[in-house]
């Protein structure tokens, strides 16, 4: 495995820019998500990794070599597909194969790693049968067996899981971090899922219009949120468009005045996350925020439960209260306070904009 | 030792279950439905395979005259092609012309065809169309174009193009290329691009992707074509009629000939020998790939 460096890479199709000049350094053994809704040009990115498409400006190196100009096939890149691209031709042993055999090695040492590629995946019994006669969890596996029977220095995943139903999704997604990490794989996954790309990431980079908006942890991009974009993309906001009075001090559009921990003053929007938020009878003395409200709209998600709050004529507020079990959830037009710690919300100043 | 497991078959979309999904009925009206449908198909087989049957049968015949009852059976007229040498030399003639023009045409339509389906430019469908050309075009008048094309090129070069090999086999690669193209098209279509991209990544150069993945997933678009053009050009006489030279009989070309002159079963005799060699190549190519999942 090796360091994987992409320096101010950028793709242009014609006018449109699907990269726009994106670095990136993933270290050795790291596992990083590229999040972001489709177009965003997370595919393109993974696509010039792997060779299958050239930037217009930029480098992309490999374990310090440069591969910029090198075609797919000279790359050491193992890449598992979103459809798995099995070669339908060929027993899942001879899939296996394909790399190794496609570097002339030996035929006795194929042998043993495309055996020791299928233990990785616990497929060792299946090596003789055909692609389509496996379920598309097991052709998964394959796939990703395949990938890495041949060493590559780099591991892509580009959406491996979408294809899978969600039970099993949330199997794999442990087993393929699991094995990551246990062989020090250098890994670029893409996915628009951002609880997959939560469980699965060492770091985030999410992604929008070809550019990067953040790079971080979870508790980064969770905790504090670079613009407005990240904040709605991952996690769920809810947004109060307004302006920053004074120092400390939001007035919403609605007329609400709201405390924060912002010193900058001007136009501003203030994300609120659902579960940051109190729902109570009364004021509650302990939080700086307390706004009385009417209950418009209830879902019930089983372990949570969202209540759609009207605190203004403009404004609503999406609060998530825990489900336990008691009778203490107010109905539709229920009249109830909505607090929350000033540190609970995030602004961000500037025009409402993304 | 894993149990083998049959291979998941494409649902068959048959007569029976589109008729039940368009419209449900009643038990008796699908019993006269059912009733319907096979005597249409029986009446259209029998249509195709009476003349067949009538030649073969007619090939046994003992007396020269073809008159009906037979007067008796014999082999005399399959020994009679053997004696005599037009069609021999057209039988060989033929067959080679066959597999030299399918031959060529595949080397030339398979490329083609993956570019038309691959690469996007301009006139792409009215280059895809015109490749389909020769199969819409009658053969007099692909023969008689040919013709004139011959004449015209030997006019303005000095080649001996007009009735050689080489021309003969040109206008022959033109009535195989539309089956190639049509077919190996048709194959590409089903192809999931990122298998090929997957073998790129596992190591494999634009070659090795194409022999090892490409090539095999439309075997049997590629088999199917090499059938159809074999059979197409095996079998043709109209733009033949034209272009060949003197002395180069193909076997059509022969079998026209000894009409003009008799009419005695040694033709049945042909007929039944061309139709036997076309089965069996059929169904040599049916054991390799399924022929009814492509055409």
């Known amino acids: 495995m090796a360091r994987l460096e992409i320096d101010r890479v950028t793709k242009r199709y014609g006018d449109v820019h699907a990269v726009r000049d994106l670095t990136l350094d993933i270290a050795d053994g790291e596992f990083v998500v590229l999040l972001g809704p489709s177009g965003c040009g997370k595919t393109t990115t993974l696509r010039v990794v792997a060779g299958f498409a050239e930037p217009t400006l930029g480098a992309v190196r490999l374990g310090g070599r440069d591969v910029t100009r090198l075609p797919p096939w000279k790359r050491n890149a193992g890449l598992v597909f979103q459809s798995y691209a099995l070669f339908p031709h060929l027993t899942v042993a001879r899939n296996v194969a394909f790399g190794l055999e496609m570097r002339k090695v030996e035929a006795s040492e194929i042998k043993g790693r495309v055996a020791d590629a299928l233990r990785l995946v616990r497929l060792e019994h299946l090596g003789e049968r055909l692609p389509r006669q496996l379920s598309g969890g097991q052709q998964q596996r394959v796939a990703l067996a395949r990938a890495l029977a041949f060493r590559p220095d780099v591991l892509l995943l580009d959406e491996p899981l979408s294809n899978l139903d969600a039970k099993l999704r949330q199997e794999v997604r442990v087993e393929i971090r699991e094995l990551q990490k246990r062989l020090g794989l250098t890994t670029v996954m893409v996915t628009h899922d951002q609880e997959e790309a939560l469980t699965m990431a060492d770091r985030l980079v999410v992604m929008h219009d070809g550019a990067v908006r953040q790079v971080g942890t979870q508790a980064d991009l969770y905790e504090r949120p670079g613009d407005r974009f ?31 921990k912002e010193a900058a003053t001007g136009p501003a929007t203030l994300a609120l996350r659902p579960e940051r938020i109190v729902l109570a009878s009364d004021p509650q003395g302990s939080m700086d925020n307390n706004l009385a409200g009417v209950v418009e709209f209830v879902s019930y998600l089983g372990a949570t439960i969202d209540m759609h709050v009207r605190i203004s004529p403009k404004e609503r507020v999406i609060v998530q209260v825990a489900n336990q079990g008691s009778g203490r959830i107010p109905g539709v037009g229920g009249r109830i306070y909505v607090a929350w710690a000033a540190e609970g919300g995030i602004v961000f100043v500037g025009s409402g904009s993304d | 030792m894993p149990v083998p497991i ?49 030649v073969t049968w007619l090939a046994f015949f003992r007396q020269e005259i073809p008159a009906f009852p037979p007067e008796g059976y014999s ?93 003969l086999i040109a206008g022959h690669v033109l009535i195989v290329i539309p089956w190639t193209v049509r077919l190996v098209m048709a194959s590409l279509v089903g192809l999931d691009r990122s298998v090929e991209e997957a073998a790129q990544s596992l190591g494999a150069n634009r070659f090795a992707t194409f022999r090892r993945v490409t ?73 390799f790939v399924k022929i009814s999942q492509v055409v």
Not at chain 2, 14 to 38: F, K, Q, W, Y
Not at chain 2, 114 to 126: D, W
Not at chain 2, 137 to 165: C, D, K, Q, R
């Open chain 2, 75 to 167: 082999l005399r007229w399959f020994r009679a092609i053997a004696d005599n040498d037009r069609f021999v030399s057209g039988f060989v003639l033929s067959l080679e012309l066959a597999v030299i023009a399918t031959s060529i045409g595949l080397c030339l339509g398979v490329p083609a065809a993956l570019c038309l389906a691959r690469v996007r430019f301009s006139g792409r469908e009215a280059l895809s169309s015109l490749l389909l050309l020769p199969l819409v075009v009658p053969g007099i008048v692909l023969g008689i174009a040919l013709y004139v094309f011959h004449v015209e090129v030997e006019l303005a070069t000095g080649l001996p193009v007009l009735g050689s090999l080489a021309g």
């Open chain 2, 215 to 287: 090539l095999p997933a439309i075997r049997p678009g590629v088999v199917a074509a090499a059938l159809f053009g074999f059979v197409s050009s095996f079998g043709n006489l109209e733009m033949s009629l034209f272009i060949v030279g003197p002395g180069r009989t193909t076997l059509p070309i022969a079998i026209l000939q000894y009409l003009e002159w008799k009419i005695d079963p040694t033709i049945a005799a042909v007929s039944v020998l061309q139709i036997a060699l076309i089965a069996t190549a059929m169904l040599i190519t049916d054991r």
């Open chain 1, 230 to 260: 990240v904040a709605g993309f991952v996690g769920r906001s809810t947004f109060i468009e307004g302006e920053i009075e004074a120092p400390g001090r939001f007035r919403s559009a609605g007329g609400l005045a709201i405390a924060c």
């Open chain 2, 6 to 54: 049959r291979a998941a078959r494409p649902m068959r979309w048959d007569g029976e279950r589109r008729r039940e999904i368009l419209m449900p009925r009643t038990a008796s009206s699908r019993r006269v439905g059912r009733v319907v449908l096979n005597s249409a198909a029986a009446f259209t087989l029998a249509y195709i395979l009476t003349p067949l049957a009538f």
